[in-house]
């Protein structure tokens, strides 16, 4: 009888289809975690993007036009905080956190508008005000409004203005 070599024993198969199958959720892993990278360094070029495009704004006009006082404006709903920047040319312009569900959802500076309702974000919550701080014989004021993501949970996104009052 001669006996036929050609092809595959049942176990050489089973084994073929195991190492296949183990490659396979090997890649799918690495899928998905390229996947997480991406989509949390999107969110943080975003956020840190707009950080920047409010916060150079806001230094521009501080820096060039020098701001003589900073007043907090109340307002009926309890719903926004307005801060009022008087600049030395008499000009005005008002920096505004709209908060939503006890979470800051929109900030807005004059015509720049950064809607911050992105599910993403996980704090925004508290808006802190000095209205004036002498150092070494210097005025200064200070805002600062904290945002975190869910995805990054130890970088804060939030802006923190700290300038000298000029009289």
Request: charged residues 25%.
């Amino acid at each position: 009888m001669i006996k036929n070599n050609k092809g595959f024993t049942v176990v050489e198969m089973g084994i073929s289809f195991c190492l296949i199958f183990t490659i396979c959720i090997l890649l799918f892993q690495i899928i998905l975690t390229v996947k997480d990278v991406y989509i949390r360094e999107n969110i943080e070029t975003t956020l840190l993007s707009k950080q920047g495009i409010l916060l150079n704004r806001i230094y521009k006009d501080l820096d060039s036009k020098g701001v003589s006082s900073v007043e907090a404006i109340a307002t009926p709903s309890t719903q926004t905080s307005n801060y009022k920047f008087t600049f030395q040319d008499n000009t005005e312009s008002l920096l505004t956190f709209t908060e939503l569900d006890g979470k800051y959802q929109k900030i807005q500076y004059d015509d720049y508008i950064w809607d911050i309702s992105d599910n993403s974000i996980k704090t925004a919550t508290n808006v802190e005000f000095i209205p004036s701080e002498v150092i070494e014989g210097k005025e200064y004021f200070s805002i600062r409004l904290d945002i975190q993501n869910d995805l990054t949970e130890d970088t804060n996104y939030g802006i923190t203005i700290f300038h000298e009052l000029t009289h």
